[in-house]
């Protein structure tokens, strides 16, 4: 285990805030009250031991298993390469800037020329939008496109849950019929009855930003945002891209604005338009949140166009894991919706027999029918 | 060092102290575990646990209890839990025959001039004796004591919330009866399997700690501690099998430390006494407990107890 040493003749306090400013700066969920806790819990063990310390500053700064990786750099930067500046900065991920809708041609040029037609030239338009895919739209249809995606119909499925709720039949409820009793001074008044409540399903949209799908990935997220936004009602909706690897973008995409959400999205995910390892990226969320709960019972709607570099035989098996513990297994295929398509591919083979539906989602249109679909199951 | 009853929670002095009185109930830990331990029982923290299943974060809450020699307290989370049955309820049956007799007897005396005051009446009915403590409340009326939340991440949000307001102040107030404050905070340990993300506010309350497989000389000596009658030779054959099992990567549900455990004395109750193809394919349901896993498990026994 590394000995803790001050690079600098500092104070104790100063080098222990210094690295929890460079943890922060690195991503780690440090705020004031952690630091506190972080000089609290240094002062107890000793900050010339150098294990205790490691663990004193693990214990309070992290709180996820993804966070100790990132722990360890900073750490080892921190109080080892007394040389060294302070550099323990973050992994800066590739830059991704984002296929944004808004920039190229600006919207009120092209609102101006259809002014003369008013309002119907508008309706008419939007109508055609809706129908058409996705890909081939130029930057101010895509403009045009965002701002329906506010309108994109939230699907809210229920399952039953475990709590019961005050009803006129069902089960009697003997706590609040005892309670009226007692209300009533122990004098007998009518049964309370109660049933089972029923609760928003969960839905895990699961989405393919590999190269193939990226025409899509800007509008799939836009519908996944649109979909985990907090409206009216409680929403249990996660997100996750596959590209080479996992990524959960739910806690990015948590935020009102779309343009802020899917700029927050896109610093976290490291892999924009690279390879897919479908069945590889499938095993990951299986194995560290699918199987674990977060699958379970859940609608899982994965959207990709099913081209698979490794083999079919593991996605293939993924995906029957991912039958066995989903309540629906929902597949969208932005190619299906078009003339002459045939699942042919073998990922998609592969994958066919485990899923309750193959739909198209190329446009605006079949998002909606997608809609649909999820608030049915 | 002896904690004696009564007095404020257990506060060791130094991390070697905590291992070593752990050590004493027969749960091994390493330098991490220790060091978080210590450091939750002197800050005052809650110790939140996440790690695979089967990795020793519940057997820690009761390891701590034994050490400290209070009792554990034990709440298992699951969906749908409240307030009513974490924290209190009233008896209600009991109240209302607490009634019916106060008026059999008021019956019974006959004059008005023994009609009993209202206020009294009430106060009766919400006497300490018809409050149903539920493992919140206990833990705070009982303490010392250990707390332990199992599997916090079955629960709500909003038991969640609720349970950060318990954590932060360690009391809690009833209507009827006035707040209950913890003479001294329980010592609470929180267990978490990662079905969700839990949230920053509570995580920030706690001290963290991923709990992971321990390796083999670690495993070996817990399970002589944990299983003593097991032969030393069939132990570390077992515990290397397991270890084994948990690196090939194509397991959905890599044996823990409890199955190496309860493989280790299934293979004793057998009576064996050394691990070989035919008593391993028998046993293995105790480590393994999928399907799929199994039959991976059953084609590759051999080479893997051959080499």
């Not at chain 1, 379970?296 to 990709?304: H, M, Q």
């Not at chain 2, 519940?58 to 390891?63: G, M, P, S």
Request: aromatic share 6%; charged share 25%; hydrophobic share 45%.
């Amino acid at each position: 285990m590394p000995t803790a040493t001050a690079p600098t003749p500092t104070s104790p306090e100063e080098l222990l805030l210094g690295f929890a400013r460079a943890a922060r700066a690195a991503g780690l969920p440090v705020t004031a009250d952690r630091e506190t806790a972080l000089l609290e819990a240094v002062a107890l063990v000793g900050i010339d031991d150098g294990a205790g310390t490691y663990w004193a500053g693990r214990a309070t700064l992290c709180s996820a298993p993804d966070h100790l990786e990132r722990y360890d750099r900073v750490f080892a930067a921190w109080f080892h390469a007394a040389a060294r500046p302070r550099t323990a900065g973050p992994p800066t991920p590739a830059p991704v800037p984002m296929a944004s809708l808004a920039d190229g041609e600006t919207l009120d040029t092209d609102t101006g020329t259809d002014d003369p037609r008013g309002m119907h030239a508008v309706a008419s338009r939007a109508d055609i939008l809706r129908h058409r895919d996705v890909a081939t739209l130029t930057a101010s249809e895509k403009a045009d496109l965002a701002t329906m995606f506010g309108s994109l119909p939230q699907p809210r499925p229920l399952r039953r849950s475990a709590r019961r709720t005050p009803w006129r039949r069902g089960e009697i409820d003997a706590h609040r019929t005892l309670r009226r009793h007692l209300e009533l001074w122990g004098e007998p008044a009518g049964l309370e009855w109660r049933r089972r409540d029923s609760a928003p399903r969960r839905v895990v949209l699961l989405v393919d930003v590999s190269g193939s799908m990226a025409p899509y990935a800007d509008a799939l997220l836009r519908l996944a945002h649109r979909w985990s936004v907090r409206g009216r009602g409680r929403r249990d909706v996660h997100v996750f891209t596959m590209g080479t690897r996992l990524t959960d973008v739910t806690r990015a995409l948590d935020r009102p604005d779309p343009e802020q959400a899917l700029a927050a999205a896109g610093d976290v995910v490291p892999d924009w338009s690279g390879g897919t390892r479908l069945g590889e990226t499938l095993k990951a969320f299986l194995d560290q949140w699918g199987r674990r709960g977060l699958a379970r019972g859940a609608v899982v709607v994965v959207f990709s166009d099913g081209w698979e570099r490794g083999g079919a035989e593991l996605l293939a098996e993924q995906m029957a894991r991912l039958r066995a513990v989903a309540h629906r297994v929902v597949w969208v295929n932005p190619h299906k919706g078009k003339p002459g398509y045939l699942p042919v591919q073998q990922g998609i083979v592969a994958v066919l027999p485990y899923c309750d539906d193959l739909l198209a989602g190329h446009s605006y249109a079949t998002f909606e029918a997608l809609a649909e679909v999820v608030d049915r199951a | 060092m002896e904690p004696s009853s009564g007095e404020v929670a257990w506060s060791p002095t130094s991390v070697a102290e905590v291992a070593e009185a752990l050590g004493r109930t027969g749960y091994l830990t390493d330098d991490a575990l220790a060091t978080v331990a210590f450091l939750a029982l002197r800050l005052g923290r809650p110790l939140l646990l996440e790690g695979e299943p089967g990795t020793g974060k519940t057997t820690l809450a009761e390891a701590l209890a034994e050490a400290l020699d209070v009792p554990l307290v034990r709440m298992q989370c699951y969906e749908g839990i409240d307030a009513s049955q974490a924290l209190y309820d009233w008896d209600f049956p009991r109240q209302i025959l607490h009634l019916r007799a106060l008026e059999t007897v008021a019956r019974a005396a006959g004059g008005d001039d023994q009609a009993a005051d209202p206020t009294d009446v009430e106060k009766s009915l919400y006497d300490e004796r018809f409050l149903l403590a539920r493992p919140v409340l206990r833990s705070l009326r009982e303490s010392p004591v250990v707390l332990l939340v199992d599997e916090i991440d079955r629960a709500d949000d909003e038991f969640e919330a609720f349970l950060l307001e318990v954590l932060s102040t360690y009391q809690v107030s009833i209507p009827e009866l006035g707040t209950i404050r913890a003479a001294t905070p329980p010592v609470v340990v929180l267990t978490s399997n990662r079905t969700r993300e839990l949230h920053d506010a509570l995580k920030r309350r706690c001290l963290y700690h991923w709990i992971d497989h321990p390796g083999l000389e670690r495993e070996l000596a817990i399970v002589r501690s944990r299983a003593p009658e097991v032969p030393a030779a069939l132990a570390a054959q077992v515990v290397r099998m397991t270890q084994e099992l948990r690196t090939r990567g194509d397991l959905l549900k890599p044996p823990g430390v409890a199955e190496t455990l309860d493989w280790a004395r299934a293979l004793d109750a057998l009576g064996s006494v050394d691990l070989d193809v035919e008593t391993a394919a028998a046993t293995l349901g105790a480590a393994i407990k999928y399907h799929d896993d199994a039959e991976r498990v059953r084609a590759s026994l051999a080479r893997i107890l051959g080499g």
